[in-house]
């Protein structure tokens, strides 16, 4: 069972930043799309951005000018950078390939 590795919350004030990874061991990541949603408190997961291989990113229109999309093949690595972070990015971020997830970073802002 491949295990995927969330990491990179915190608690933040709006306007701050943070960069979110993704670890997925093993061989699945270089060739698999990576896609990140986030979950605020009592609501469902959303989409926020797609990466492909070879990478191209792809961002919900109303985060994309806040948020780098990336990934390392080399490191099976994917990051998910968010800047000018506001109270409703508040939330749980998880990646996931190929149907399998990670157990979440908490993402939590303040005003």
């Known amino acids: 069972q491949v295990q995927l590795v969330e990491s990179g919350g915190g608690s933040v004030q709006a306007g701050g930043s943070l960069r979110l990874s993704c670890v997925i061991p093993?061989?699945?990541?270089?060739?698999?799309?990576l896609t990140w949603y986030s979950q605020s408190p009592g609501k469902q997961r959303k989409w926020v951005a797609t990466?492909?291989?070879?990478?191209?990113?792809y961002m919900k229109d109303s985060v994309k000018d806040r948020i780098t999309n990336s990934r390392d093949n080399a490191k099976n690595t994917a990051y998910l950078q968010i800047d000018n972070l506001q109270p409703e990015d508040t939330g749980v971020y998880y990646c996931?390939?190929?149907?399998?997830w990670g157990q979440g970073t908490q993402v939590n802002v303040s005003s």
């Open positions: 990466s492909t291989t070879p990478s191209v990113p």
């Open positions: 093993g061989t699945i990541f270089s060739d698999s799309c």
């Open positions: 996931n390939i190929r149907c399998l």
